[in-house]
C-alpha cells in the first residue's frame, strides 16, 4: 500500500510539473514578432550586441534610415537592421507600431500560412501562402506585415515571414522604394498593378504554376465519373489528376499506385496547394484514389458518386482512408 501511495504521489507530482512546460510551437513563438518599425533620428546610430553602451558595435544607421523594432528592452529597442539583429538605444528612434514601410521582399517561412484581408485572425482569410512564397511588404500593423503576394494586397502575421532584403530606402539597398520613404507616399499610389509594371516585380512561379492547375481542375466540377474515364466527356480520379497536369507540361502516370511513385512524399501537416493526395480501400486493398489538394484542408478529385467535386480532408471518410501525399510540382 505505501508503494502505491508513492507511486501515485509521483505521478502527481510528474502531472504539475507538466502542467509548467511551455508548448513550444511556431504559433506562439513571440520572439520573431515584430512589434513595429522605427526609423533613426541621429545622424550616425549605434546598433550594439547587447543593451548597454558597453556592449559591442555592430553598425552604424544613418539618419532617416529604417529598423525593424522586435522589442522594448528597457530603455533600448532590439531590432533588425539591415538583415542583422542588434540593440538601439530608443532615444534616438523615431517608432511607430502601424506605419507604411517599403522593406522589399520577403519569404515565407512555414507551410500552408492564412492570407487576410486585414492585421488579424478576424478578418477574412483570402488564400494560403506556401513556404518560401514571396510577399513584397509594404507597411506594418501591429506585429502584422501588410503585403502584395500574389497579386493581393493582404495582411500575414510577421513571424510568418523573413525579410531577404535590406529596406529599400536604406543606404546599404541598392533598390529604390516604388511606394513609401519615411512612411509616407512618394506619389506612386499603392497597388499592384504599380509594383507588376515596376522593376521590384518578382512572380512567384511555383504558386503560379500550382493555382493554374487547380483553376483548370475546378473547371470540371460537375463531370460525371466514368471508369477508365479521361477526358472532359468523363474522368476517373487519377485520370482527371493525369488530365489536368498534362495541361500544364507535366506528365503524370496513368493509375493512382504509379502515380504514388512519382514526386516526392509529402506529410499531411506540410500539404501544399498542388499536392496529390491519395486514399486507401476506397474500393479495394491498397491505394485506390488520388486528389489534388487545393490548400484550406480541401482537395478536388473525380468521385464515384458525385463527379469531379471538391471535398474537406477533415471529413471522417476520407480522414480514416487517408493513406499520403507527393509533390510534383
Not at 542583422?84 to 500552408?112: C, F, I, P, R
Not at 496547394?273 to 486514399?279: K, Q
Request: hydrophobic share 35%.
Amino acid at each position: 500500500m505505501k508503494l502505491l501511495k508513492n507511486t501515485v504521489c509521483v505521478a502527481l507530482a510528474i502531472l504539475l510539473m507538466a502542467a509548467y512546460i511551455p508548448i513550444n510551437t511556431h504559433a506562439a513563438d513571440t520572439a520573431s514578432l515584430k512589434s513595429g518599425v522605427g526609423f533613426v533620428t541621429a545622424s550616425s546610430l549605434r546598433m550594439r550586441s547587447a543593451p548597454s553602451t558597453q556592449s559591442t558595435i555592430l553598425a552604424y544607421a544613418g539618419k532617416g534610415e529604417i529598423v525593424i523594432i522586435l522589442e522594448r528592452v528597457g530603455n533600448w529597442h532590439r531590432v533588425l537592421y539591415n538583415l542583422q539583429e542588434g540593440y538601439m538605444h530608443s532615444s534616438y528612434l523615431d517608432t511607430a507600431a502601424v506605419e507604411n514601410a517599403e522593406l522589399g521582399y520577403g519569404k515565407v517561412n512555414y507551410t500552408a500560412v492564412n492570407m487576410r484581408t486585414g492585421p488579424g485572425t478576424s478578418y477574412t482569410r483570402i488564400g494560403q501562402s506556401k513556404q518560401n512564397d514571396l510577399c513584397y511588404i509594404i507597411g506594418i500593423n501591429k506585429q502584422w506585415y501588410k503585403v502584395i503576394w500574389n497579386d493581393q494586397i493582404c495582411y500575414i502575421r510577421s513571424d510568418y515571414l523573413n525579410l531577404t532584403e535590406y529596406p529599400y530606402e536604406n543606404k546599404a539597398s541598392a533598390k529604390s522604394p516604388l511606394f513609401f520613404r519615411g512612411g509616407k507616399s512618394i506619389g506612386t499610389p499603392v497597388s499592384v498593378a504599380s509594383l507588376k509594371n515596376s522593376r521590384n516585380y518578382i512572380a512567384n512561379q511555383n504558386t503560379s504554376k500550382a493555382d493554374q492547375i487547380i483553376a483548370s481542375a475546378k473547371k470540371y466540377i460537375g463531370v460525371s465519373y466514368v471508369w477508365g474515364g479521361t477526358s472532359p466527356s468523363g474522368f476517373d480520379c487519377s485520370g482527371l489528376v493525369q488530365y489536368v497536369f498534362k495541361q500544364h507540361g507535366i506528365s503524370l502516370n496513368r493509375t493512382t499506385t504509379t502515380q504514388y511513385q512519382q514526386g516526392s512524399f509529402v506529410s499531411k501537416a506540410g500539404l501544399q496547394p498542388g499536392d496529390l493526395v491519395f486514399f486507401q480501400n476506397t474500393y479495394t486493398t491498397g491505394i485506390s484514389h488520388v486528389g489534388i489538394y487545393i490548400g484550406n484542408n480541401e482537395f478536388i478529385h473525380a468521385s464515384s458518386s458525385k463527379g469531379v467535386t471538391i471535398s474537406s480532408l477533415s471529413n471522417s471518410y476520407w480522414a480514416s482512408h487517408y493513406y499520403g501525399a507527393r509533390r510534383v510540382l
